[in-house]
């Protein structure tokens, strides 16, 4: 197979006939050599802080406080029948959480919250609703993790 030289004649030529073009003049192509290296730079700078942001570490939350506390109570009721009342926060590691408040098992209020730590108290806020905000610590019993508000009694333990 006999390969023609006149395709690559003609591509030389048309570079030939580009470069002698006075649309690319000297200060043309150092327009063209200026974006380009612009574009390389915010290249660089993009593709460096994907990289920052992409291998930077999250810090791990180990509050006590994480995970499921609850309390519940019964009370009798007339003609033997008992009632009962189970509060129960979920926290998680983003400072968030979930509220529930069952009665006789079913939930009646279930509600989002923020909560944060300061100097050893905790403070949940519940957001859209017209709870009061719940501040207690955490105290460890033989069997239990506590939650206990500043009037000394217990509000949940930890399951």
């Known amino acids: 197979m006999v390969h023609s ?3 690559f004649d003609n591509a030389k030529m048309d570079v030939s006939i580009a470069l002698k073009s006075p649309l690319l003049t000297k200060g043309t192509m150092t327009l063209i050599k200026t974006y ?3 574009t390389i730079h915010k290249m660089t700078y993009l593709l460096l802080l994907l990289f920052c942001v992409c291998c930077s570490e999250i810090p791990e939350n180990n509050d006590p406080i994480l995970g499921i ?3 519940e109570s019964k009370t009798p009721e007339a003609l033997g029948q008992t009632s009962s009342i189970r509060r129960e926060w979920i926290f998680n590691d983003a400072y968030l959480g979930r509220y529930h408040y069952y009665e006789n098992n079913e939930i009646l209020i279930r509600n989002d919250y923020r909560w944060s730590s300061e100097e050893g108290w905790y403070t949940v806020e519940y957001v859209g609703n017209d709870l009061p905000n719940d501040v207690f610590s955490i105290s460890t019993s033989e069997e239990h993790m506590l939650m206990i508000n500043r009037d000394n009694q217990i509000i ?3 399951e």
């Open 69 to 71: 506390w609850a309390i």
């Open 5 to 7: 030289s006149t395709a």
């Open 36 to 38: 380009l290296m612009k």
């Open 156 to 158: 949940g333990f930890k």
